[in-house]
Each structure stands twice: as C-alpha cells, then as structure tokens.
C-alpha cells in the first residue's frame, strides 16, 4: 500500500513539473497589465502568455501604486457577493458610521503602513464614502 502511495506521489510531482502554465496578460481601463490564470471578461482583449512552469520571476515585480482615497470598493472579484457576505459588509459600514459619527478619535492607514489621524475634513470624507456605500449596497 504504501509503494502505491510513494508511486502516485512521484507521478503526480512529475507531471507537476513538467507541465506548461497557461496565462493571460490583459490591461484594464486605467492601463493597468494584469497577469491571471483564467481569461478577462467578454470583450477584453488579451494576449495568452506560456511558461515553462518554472517559478523563477523574469525581473523586479512592480508594486502597485495604493488606491485613491475616493476608490473603497475593493477590484472586482475579490469577495463572492452572497447574503452572509453583504450582511457582513453591511454590520463593517454601519459601525465605521457610528464611529466617524462619534467624537472618538479615529485613525487610518497612511499607506506607507503607519496610522494618521484623521481631522475634521477627513472625517467627514470617510464618513460621506461609509453612507454612499451603505446606501450602495445595503438599502
């Protein structure tokens, strides 16, 4: 029993390692080039990329720049949009309200991974960004 195992496991890797990846490279409206493993959405054009199944990166990886502070929704696809998942998101929006609503202080990320606090003009844009959503997705 244990040399069949030995020997589905050795196929297995081989075949693993042997094999060829199957890529695409698309941009997105902002010019942004993505890699994925499944093909972009109907109507997007797109170049199919092979590899030789090695890991080894060609070069530096760019990092992405941050999002802009008026960008909250998170990229498309990133969270399955279910019932648990929207009321989840729902109960996250309406405590971030009360909090922005409150004379609590409240920080952010700096996105140079360190905390600022917020002031008045802040506030008020984080708290107008948390009601939009609110409204967007749970009304």
């Known amino acids: 029993m244990?040399?069949?195992l030995v020997v589905a496991l050795l196929v297995s890797v081989a075949t693993m390692a042997h094999g060829q990846?199957?890529?695409?490279?698309?941009?997105?409206?902002?010019?942004?080039?993505?890699?994925t493993d499944a093909p972009p959405t109907t109507g997007t054009k797109f170049d199919k990329v092979h590899?030789?199944?090695?890991?080894?990166?060609?070069g530096p990886v760019p990092v992405p720049a941050p999002a802009p502070a008026a960008a909250n929704k998170a990229p498309a696809g990133?969270?399955?949009d279910t019932p648990d998942n929207r009321k989840?998101?729902?109960t996250q929006l309406k405590a971030?309200?009360?909090?922005l609503a409150s004379s609590q202080p409240v920080s952010a990320d700096d996105g140079k991974g360190g905390q600022t606090q917020l002031d008045a003009n802040g506030r008020?844009?984080?708290?107008?960004a948390a009601q939009t959503?609110?409204?967007t997705y749970c009304k």
Do not use: M, S
């Open 78 to 80: 990133t969270t399955a």
């Open 133 to 135: 959503q609110y409204q």
């Open 96 to 99: 971030n309200i009360d909090l």
């Open 51 to 58: 590899t030789n199944g090695t890991a080894e990166a060609p």
């Open 2 to 4: 244990r040399r069949y």
């Open 124 to 128: 008020k844009q984080q708290q107008e």
């Open 21 to 35: 990846a199957q890529f695409y490279k698309w941009k997105d409206a902002q010019g942004v080039t993505h890699y």
């Open 88 to 90: 989840k998101l729902c």
